[in-house]
């Protein structure tokens, strides 16, 4: 007997979930998400980009195709990640179990911290194993394996190389030779102990918005910041052939939707330079109903743009991911707003091509 089936990776939230009632959203939203050319634009790309068709033929135990076979299938796995960072792993006292539940319910992808503040506060001592000294937010990487290989998650480790202050140690070398140095000594480190068991990792983060202050920044280059392909060619030297080095950015290059975004054009450059650059992050973050409310309230707020972007960067044939997404809840109206925009954007992003996984940041 031959079945005909079509096979689609789905999540409840993306169709279950109907309009909010009661959610004021602004006129602005309203009338471009649901603009009937957006949604048939989305339904289009999911049908495409997320569905395909099989035949199974059922057989007995000899190989003899079966008539009239009753068949059931339930669908276990998928290869899109819907993920979260992990960072309060067993850092939730008695509402551990319910964090992990609730993560592994929602989940199938997980960002573990590699921030080097953090990671290693003491040069030569990083807090790689379980056990390690406390810190908020910051389970030991070793923690976060072991989750993931009991319950299946796939990992990605973020990030192997920031310029931002705030999360480099203090004790970091400010002289740029030495600087390097230490990078290679920390990128060894990690790859000797997780690239075996964390496939994913962002090489390179916020590259675009380097601070002036930062040893490697260069004034002559801040479209194509030099320390970028340097860092991801040392990096490659170190890591498996199968793990991915993902380069990631802020929110702001998510537009505009043509070759002037700087970000694509980083990209561009990157790899008409033959640097192994083999994924491609967004950032999708609105920290505060202010900006929350600016975002719907302005022009950026336009699905048609949004999934522009998308094909556009889909034509360098690389995965793309959104990595780190915070849409809030605060203020009236808060979760209606939250669960309507979250819905919206998640189907959107389901929908572009070459859309890998999308990342929650915080349970």
Same mark, same amino acid.
């Given at each position: 007997m031959r079945t005909f089936l079509t096979v689609v990776a789905t999540w409840a939230v993306l169709t279950a979930v109907s309009a909010p009632a009661g959610a004021e959203l602004p006129d602005n939203y309203l009338r471009r998400w649901d603009d009937p050319a957006v949604q048939k634009r989305i339904e289009e790309g999911i049908e495409r980009n997320r569905k395909s068709d099989v035949v199974l033929t059922i057989v007995d135990p000899d190989g003899r195709p079966v008539a009239g076979a009753g068949v059931k299938i339930r669908q276990t796995s998928q290869e899109f990640l819907f993920g979260c960072n992990i960072f309060v792993l067993g850092q939730m006292k008695e509402k551990n179990k319910a964090y $992990? $539940? !609730?993560? +592994?319910? +929602?989940? @199938?992808?997980? #960002? !573990?911290a590699f921030y080097w503040d953090d990671l290693e506060p003491e040069p030569g001592k990083p807090r790689f194993a379980e056990g390690s000294s406390y810190v908020w937010r910051r389970p030991p990487p070793d923690r976060v394996v072991a989750f993931g290989k009991k319950h299946g998650l796939t990992l990605k480790g973020h990030p192997l190389l920031w310029h931002s202050g705030a999360h480099n140690p203090q004790w970091m070398p400010k002289n740029p030779d030495e600087l390097k140095q230490r990078y290679v000594q920390r990128f060894r480190e990690i790859a000797e102990r997780y690239a075996k068991d964390i496939p994913i990792w962002d090489g390179v983060n916020e590259s675009l918005v380097c601070s002036s202050e930062y040893p490697l920044f260069s004034?002559? @280059?801040?479209? !194509? *910041? *030099?320390?970028? *392909?340097? !860092?991801? #060619?040392?990096?490659?030297k170190l890591f498996r052939p199968e793990n991915r080095l993902m380069i990631n950015d802020v929110t702001s290059f998510n537009w505009p939707s043509n070759e002037t975004n700087r970000f694509y054009r980083q990209c561009a450059k990157l790899l008409d330079d033959r640097i192994g650059i083999e994924g491609i992050g967004f950032q999708f973050h609105f920290f505060s109903r202010e900006s929350l409310d600016g975002y719907l309230n302005g022009d950026r707020c336009d699905p048609g743009t949004l999934l522009d972007t998308y094909e556009l960067f889909a034509e360098f044939g690389l995965p793309l991911w959104v990595t780190e997404i915070t849409i809030g809840s605060a203020g009236e109206d808060g979760p209606e707003i939250q669960c309507r925009v979250v819905r919206d954007i998640y189907r959107l992003w389901f929908a572009s091509p070459k859309m890998a996984g999308i990342t929650w940041w915080n349970l």
């Open positions: $992990e $539940e !609730a993560f +592994l319910k +929602l989940f @199938n992808f997980a #960002t !573990a004034a002559e @280059n801040r479209d !194509a *910041p *030099p320390y970028v *392909p340097w !860092a991801f #060619t040392e990096q490659q």
